[in-house]
């Protein structure tokens, strides 16, 4: 069975500090992993995926998240923080249905990142 | 234009009640899906249709059913609601052929949300 493990249901960082969000991740095959991140009472939006090439993988906002597999990780990281970031992030990974028509996307429980001034 | 879209976006109900929530997406995705997060954000499926055929149902209540008319739609009919079922229910939808690998694979690139439906029952 795959899953996914998020590290610290909650992180803090001053505005301009580095974004460090842990992600590690149980998979008998080579995951398809992702990033999403949900902003107060909205929905879902994708950041940046995982699936196959460059393990460094760049996506939407300055996010970036590299996949180790020897670590068996998937960080989110930010440079420098904005008050903008502030939200709920969330790891997933992605198995495929065994049927070949469906997939499931199981969920760590999610970090909420507070940016302080 | 909305990809995936979801009505509505509140909904108070009284305990008992039956409700339903509907889901509508244009992005020609053949498989669409119900996902519940509940009081402590954690997020998790609950139903996944592919061409109007059920392949995922995990371990839901029979009062959950979903319904879906044609490949773009996908509703949730809830019936005599409990207190336990207030939660938000996302809708999304991907793109098949689901292989994570290979050539043709493109279920790798992940789903698309809806917005949400905040359900509350007191």
Known sequence: AQSVTQLGSHVSVSEGALVLLRCNYSSSVPPYLFWYVQYPNQGLQLLLKYTTGATLVKGINGFEAEFKKSETSFHLTKPSAHMSDAAEYFCAVLRLHYTGTASKLTFGTGTRLQVTL | ?122
């Open chain 2, 1 to 122: 234009d909305t990809a995936v879209s979801q009505t509505p976006k509140y909904l108070v109900t009284q305990m008992g009640n039956d409700k339903s929530i509907k889901c509508e997406q244009n992005l020609g995705h053949d498989t669409m899906y119900w996902y519940k997060q509940d009081s402590k954000k954690f997020l998790k499926i609950m139903f996944s249709y592919n061409n109007k055929e059920l392949i995922i149902n995990e371990t839901v209540p029979n009062r959950f059913s979903p319904k879906s008319p044609d490949k773009a739609h996908l509703n949730l009919h809830i019936n005599s609601l409990e207190l336990g079922d207030s939660a938000v229910y996302f809708c999304a939808s991907s793109q098949g052929p689901h292989l994570t690998r290979g050539e043709g694979a493109r279920t790798r690139y992940g789903y698309t949300f809806g917005s949400g439906t905040r359900l509350t029952v007191v």
